[in-house]
């Protein structure tokens, strides 16, 4: 919100997680699409919201707002031919039943935002996080 609505430096900004089912292992990375004579601002901001959640957690707001909007994705995505097909794959190649769709949906409606800022804690640590800027910043 922050990059996008309130400073206005990025076209769209967020983050995501990619849990893998065979190995113990994930990875979580963030995102912003910007103007290239922007990129020092972007970068700082990224870093700057990172930062605060990590030293303050986030707030139950922040917290049901993204579920919220993780769930609309996650029904919209449900009209998508190529989506419903890949969570299928999905299901049949782990040999996991398709209730499990829901399943997940119920586990994360229920996390606390106390659990969630404690495993931010846990596992990320803004000191060894790489940003990496992509485009062409040589362009006025």
Same mark, same amino acid.
């Given at each position: 919100?922050?990059?996008? /609505?309130?400073?206005?430096?990025?076209?769209?900004? #967020?983050?995501? &997680?990619?849990?893998?089912? %065979?190995?113990? @292992?994930?990875?979580?990375?963030?995102?912003?699409?910007?103007?290239?004579?922007?990129?020092?601002? *972007?970068? @700082?901001?990224?870093?700057?919201?990172?930062?605060?959640?990590?030293? @303050? #957690?986030?707030?139950? /707001?922040?917290?049901?707002?993204?579920?919220?909007?993780?769930?609309?994705?996650?029904?919209?995505? &449900?009209?998508?031919?190529?989506? %419903?097909? @890949?969570?299928?794959?999905?299901? =049949?190649?782990?040999?996991?039943?398709?209730?499990?769709?829901?399943? =997940?949906?119920?586990?994360?409606?229920? =996390?606390?935002?106390?659990? *969630?800022?404690?495993? %931010?804690?846990?596992?990320?640590?803004?000191?060894? &996080? *790489? &940003? *990496?800027?992509?485009?062409?910043?040589?362009?006025?």
């Amino acid at each position: 919100t922050r990059l996008r /609505e309130n400073v206005g430096i990025s076209y769209g900004a #967020g983050s995501y &997680l990619n849990v893998s089912r %065979l190995y113990e @292992s994930s990875t979580w990375g963030v995102y912003a699409f910007f103007n290239p004579t922007k990129v020092d601002l *972007v970068e @700082s901001a990224i870093k700057d919201e990172i930062n605060k959640a990590f030293k @303050s #957690g986030f707030t139950k /707001e922040e917290m049901d707002k993204t579920i919220t909007s993780w769930k609309n994705e996650r029904k919209t995505s &449900l009209g998508n031919d190529n989506y %419903l097909a @890949s969570l299928i794959n999905g299901h =049949l190649f782990y040999g996991t039943p398709l209730e499990e769709f829901d399943t =997940l949906e119920q586990q994360v409606e229920n =996390l606390k935002v106390d659990e *969630v800022n404690k495993i %931010l804690k846990k596992y990320i640590k803004p000191e060894d &996080l *790489v &940003l *990496v800027m992509a485009g062409d910043f040589n362009k006025k």
